[in-house]
């Protein structure tokens, strides 16, 4: 009388280990794109303060002081990386400012734009 095998072949222990080894190959992949994701936001964040500070201080003073924009612009790069660029312009009354900087993972530049009165 033969009696019933127990335990694992070793093809069930390598295909187990192929499925744990997926598994966790796809938390990694959900990793690096949340990572990539919280950077981006943090750059759109960045952005926007920037954006919304140079704003405020026109606005409080009446319009840019001498050497503010420059002063603003190393900021921006400082900030956002070499790369970026920030730009004031005016449209009528109002006192547009748009931010861009490059990131090779979007299909396009990401940048901001807000207009406020000085």
């Known amino acids: 009388m033969r009696t019933k095998a127990r335990g694992m072949t070793l093809l069930e222990v390598i295909l187990g280990l192929a499925v744990l080894a997926l598994g966790v190959l796809a938390a990694a992949?959900?990793?690096?794109?949340?990572?990539?994701?919280?950077?981006?936001?943090?750059?759109?964040?960045?952005?926007?303060?920037?954006?919304?500070?140079?704003?405020?201080?026109?606005?409080?003073?009446?319009?840019?002081?001498?050497?503010?924009?420059?002063?603003?612009?190393?900021?921006?790069?400082?900030?956002?990386?070499?790369?970026?660029?920030?730009?004031?312009?005016?449209?009528?009354?109002?006192?547009v400012v748009q931010i861009d900087w490059p990131d090779a993972r979007a299909p396009a530049p990401p940048g901001i734009r807000l207009q406020g009165r000085p």
Request: charged content about 25%; aromatic content about 2%; proline content about 0%.
């Open 29 to 95: 992949v959900l990793q690096v794109r949340a990572l990539q994701a919280t950077d981006s936001a943090r750059r759109d964040s960045q952005a926007t303060h920037l954006a919304q500070g140079l704003l405020e201080r026109a606005r409080a003073a009446g319009g840019l002081q001498s050497g503010e924009l420059l002063q603003w612009q190393r900021q921006v790069r400082e900030v956002l990386g070499d790369q970026a660029q920030g730009r004031v312009s005016r449209a009528g009354a109002r006192l």
